[in-house]
């Protein structure tokens, strides 16, 4: 099982910039799709971006964020990063890091979550 923990989030204006960290524990993510998704209030959660876990470091993202976010790893600080630039007011969300063995199956393990609210 894979401990992970998101940070970064927090209050910024419309077309500006955060970066959120996710921080693993437990076992290294060298061989581990990592994910991003975000939630809203009675809305469900949402794919953001993943980064393959394999030597290419392939990426996917939503069309919604896509030329805006960019999603990268440090499989040496066992860490996944998103960068999100001209954020909208509607990117805001609870932000979660997931990771997915291999990148077969469901995402098994989630973090707790971080908030990230765009004002207009």
């Known amino acids: 099982q894979v401990r992970l923990v998101e940070s970064g989030g927090g209050l910024v204006q419309a077309g500006g910039s955060l970066r959120l960290s996710c921080a693993a524990s437990?076992?290294?993510?060298?061989?581990?799709?990592m994910g991003w998704f975000r939630q809203t209030p009675g809305k469900e959660r949402e794919f953001v971006a993943a980064?393959?876990?394999?030597?290419?470091?392939?990426?996917d993202y939503a069309d919604s964020v896509k030329g805006r976010f960019t999603i990268s790893r440090d499989n040496a600080k066992n860490t996944v990063y998103l960068q999100m630039n001209s954020l909208k007011p509607e990117d805001t969300a609870v932000y979660y890091c997931?990771?997915?063995?291999?990148?077969?199956?469901?995402?098994?393990?989630w973090g707790q979550g971080t908030q990230v609210t765009v004002s207009s």
């Open positions: 437990g076992r290294t993510i060298s061989r581990y799709t």
């Open positions: 997931a990771s997915r063995f291999r990148g077969v199956g469901q995402y098994d393990d």
């Open positions: 980064i393959n876990w394999s030597g290419d470091g392939s990426t």
